[in-house]
């Protein structure tokens, strides 16, 4: 195995790394735009491996050209073997030999931190990857996560039956660690009610449910990969899972608030990324 990561370099004052490996917004509220600015909104180094480009904005997907699988893993190596990395984000796979490849790298140069955010359905609604897709991302990078994120909608693809009911969070988190994941956190965010409930759930048996009041807002695209990357970012400056989760909420929580009534577009707007920047962080 090539350890091209930070053990392959001198020790000195480096920043916190954090590579995305999804999928390009060009209405910069979801995807690599908004995992960027997570990333620098928490103090960390971003670095992208584009998966595929999209045609969209705030109302909706107009169209998705995907990148061939061997210039995602140039670009992957590039960054690796020269930059370094702590923490990797994935979100859009659109394709098997895009999560072969993907799988392939994490397994390659030893990645550490890898928070697999199951992009399956587009806050408009649109369906983003083709079902023999979901099965490789399954059984080749559940594995490899050290926490996968998917919300209702996409937990319910990878069942292959609906998540109704806030009861129903548990059983739906334990069958998805059943699938071979070792961390889930599973959002219910699409559940009614005034409260957002989601699940932490580990295969060593701990658990942990972490609830917030709902808050109004016609601004809620990106919501997902802002929050990956947010864990992704925690994880990559050394907190442990459970308080980089919660460490991500609390982020979100404050992007969606802060951005809740700013107008942009006539759709489905994004959170605002930038409302608490921090200096970039400076390790070592």
Same mark, same amino acid.
């Given at each position: 195995?090539?350890?091209?990561?930070?053990?392959?370099?001198?020790?000195?004052?480096?920043?916190?790394?954090?590579?995305? =490996?999804?999928?390009?917004?060009?209405?910069?509220?979801?995807?690599?735009?908004?995992?960027? *600015?997570?990333?620098?909104? /928490?103090?960390?180094?971003?670095?992208? +491996?584009?998966?595929?480009?999209?045609?969209?904005?705030?109302?909706?997907?107009?169209?998705?050209?995907?990148?061939?699988?061997?210039?995602? *893993?140039?670009?992957?190596? +590039?960054?690796?073997?020269?930059?370094?990395?702590?923490?990797? *984000?994935?979100?859009?796979?659109?394709?098997?030999?895009?999560?072969?490849?993907?799988?392939?790298?994490?397994?390659?140069?030893?990645?550490?931190?890898?928070?697999?955010?199951?992009?399956?359905? $587009?806050?408009?609604?649109?369906?983003? =990857? #083709?079902?023999?897709?979901?099965?490789?991302?399954?059984?080749?990078?559940?594995?490899? #996560?050290?926490?996968?994120?998917?919300?209702? @909608?996409?937990?319910?693809?990878?069942?292959?039956?609906?998540?109704?009911?806030?009861?129903?969070?548990?059983? +739906?988190? @334990?069958?998805?660690?059943?699938?071979?994941?070792?961390?889930?956190?599973? *959002?219910?965010?699409? /559940?009614?009610? @005034?409260?957002?409930? @989601?699940?932490?759930?580990?295969?060593?048996?701990?658990?942990?449910?972490?609830?917030? $009041?709902?808050?109004?807002?016609?601004?809620?695209? &990106?919501?997902?990969?802002?929050?990956?990357?947010?864990?992704?970012?925690?994880?990559?400056?050394?907190?442990?899972? #459970?308080?980089?989760? %919660?460490?991500?909420?609390?982020?979100?929580?404050?992007?969606?608030? +802060?951005?809740?009534?700013?107008?942009?577009?006539?759709?489905?707007?994004?959170?605002?990324? &930038?409302?608490?920047?921090?200096? %970039?962080?400076?390790?070592?």
């Amino acid at each position: 195995m090539n350890h091209h990561n930070n053990e392959a370099r001198p020790a000195g004052r480096r920043y916190a790394r954090v590579l995305s =490996i999804a999928g390009s917004d060009s209405g910069g509220g979801a995807g690599i735009q908004a995992d960027l *600015k997570t990333f620098s909104a /928490l103090g960390c180094y971003g670095m992208t +491996a584009i998966t595929a480009i999209t045609a969209q904005n705030t109302q909706g997907v107009r169209g998705i050209h995907g990148i061939p699988p061997e210039m995602l *893993k140039a670009q992957i190596n +590039a960054v690796v073997e020269d930059i370094g990395v702590d923490a990797v *984000k994935i979100g859009m796979l659109h394709s098997p030999e895009v999560v072969h490849v993907v799988a392939e790298a994490i397994r390659a140069h030893g990645l550490p931190h890898v928070v697999l955010d199951p992009v399956m359905v $587009a806050t408009s609604g649109h369906r983003l =990857i #083709a079902t023999e897709t979901v099965g490789a991302m399954v059984q080749e990078l559940f594995p490899l #996560a050290e926490v996968i994120t998917p919300n209702l @909608d996409e937990a319910g693809w990878l069942l292959g039956r609906p998540v109704e009911g806030i009861e129903a969070l548990d059983a +739906a988190a @334990d069958a998805l660690l059943a699938m071979g994941a070792q961390a889930v956190l599973l *959002k219910g965010g699409h /559940l009614p009610g @005034d409260w957002v409930v @989601d699940v932490l759930a580990c295969t060593g048996g701990q658990r942990e449910r972490l609830q917030s $009041a709902r808050i109004a807002t016609h601004n809620g695209h &990106g919501t997902g990969c802002t929050l990956s990357s947010a864990i992704a970012s925690h994880l990559a400056l050394g907190l442990p899972l #459970a308080q980089a989760v %919660q460490a991500a909420r609390s982020y979100i929580l404050g992007a969606i608030a +802060a951005g809740a009534d700013v107008h942009t577009g006539r759709g489905h707007g994004p959170l605002n990324h &930038g409302y608490a920047p921090v200096p %970039q962080r400076v390790l070592g």
